[in-house]
């Protein structure tokens, strides 16, 4: 694995709906890119626990990052948090202390865009629904074309919320129909290949066995994490939850730990049992659209994982 301390950094914003594995996003964006901000979105549980939940993890690792909650809603859909996953809290299983730095702002996407102004070639990575990112996007029509690209967690040729429909796209069809047609660069971390990356009980063990409190709420966060996706999955399937978020983190940061293929997306806004697909053109045929996303297609799990741990580790030391 190449060390990332000799790549140019990444500087981004991450938008995310903490969420177990936003939580572990947050610890690898803090460590390898300079995380310019925050921003929060109703997903996985409503908007106050996510944003909640972001103070805390920014009071856990100690840095000084500005945190701007965003859409309390999808577009047009309702709300359906995903409390069957990750709790009423959107991060059950741990300990976690009181969140003391106070949030810094409510409206994420005004603080997306007047940081993209300010400063051209910043990543846009969003782990949960594309609200903000799409009303960021409607906002300002120069938006993508300043900032370096958008490299989000979501989709896959195959659902987990439905048969064909993953999460954060499912949750907000009208937002990620607006990224996915928006120009820029856009890379997809879809569950092909999240899936391959997963809180196995030996990586649990290796957090586990780190010293200080951050080390200790992840692992129990994992724990959490894993247990309730077993509890979900047919037997022998996984050997953990697989851990998302964090890879559009390190697609930025450690590109090399993966393959990736372009490919023409789409997403499904009519589809009766089909709404929020992400639909990816597979076909070899000469005559296809023009690739409009960067899909990653494998990771070398291990060499993610110890990018992860070192990332906690770093976080840990006394
Ligand atoms: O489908 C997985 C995605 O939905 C992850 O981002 C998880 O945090 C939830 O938001
Ligand atoms: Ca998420």
Redesign the pocket.
């Known amino acids: 694995m190449s060390d990332s301390s000799s790549r140019t950094r990444a500087r981004l914003i991450l938008d995310c ?1 903490p ?1 177990h ?2 939580a572990v996003a947050i610890v690898a964006a803090a460590r390898y890119a300079d995380l310019v901000g925050i921003t929060t979105v109703a ?2 549980a409503p908007l106050e626990q996510t944003t909640y939940n972001a103070r805390v993890m920014r009071d856990l690792l100690g840095i000084d990052v500005p945190v701007h909650s965003g859409a309390h809603r999808p577009i047009v859909e309702h709300p359906q948090p ?1 409390d069957f996953v990750h709790g009423a809290s959107g991060l059950d299983g741990a300990d976690l202390p009181e969140p003391t730095t106070p949030l810094d702002g409510t409206n994420a996407v005004e603080f997306i865009v007047d940081t993209c102004r300010a400063e051209e070639g910043l990543w846009l990575v969003p ?2 629904p594309l609200t903000n990112i799409a009303l960021a996007l409607r906002m300002a029509p120069d938006l993508a074309d300043r900032v370096a690209g958008i490299s989000l ?1 979501g989709g896959g040729t195959h659902g ?1 919320r439905f048969p064909m429909a ?3 796209i499912w949750a907000d069809p009208e937002a990620a129909n607006i990224v996915y047609t928006a120009p820029g660069r856009l890379i997809m971390a879809g569950l092909d290949v999240t899936h391959q990356f997963q809180a196995t009980p030996g990586r649990i063990a290796q957090v586990a066995a780190l010293p200080g409190r951050l080390a200790a709420v992840l692992a129990d966060l994992f724990t959490y994490f894993s247990n309730n996706y077993l509890s979900r999955h047919d037997p022998g399937t996984i050997e953990g939850a697989a851990i ?2 964090p890879l559009a983190v390190l697609a930025i940061t450690h590109p090399e730990v993966f393959t990736s293929v372009a490919r023409h997306v789409q997403v499904e806004l009519r589809g009766s049992v089909t709404r929020g697909m992400t639909v990816i053109d597979l076909r070899q045929i000469t005559d296809r659209p023009a690739p409009n996303c960067e899909v990653l297609a494998t990771v070398d799990a291990d060499a993610a994982f110890e990018v992860v741990r070192a990332a906690i580790e770093h976080y840990s030391t006394p």
């Open positions: 709906d969420g594995d936003d997903g996985n995903a782990t949960g967690m987990n993953e999460f954060n998302h978020d």
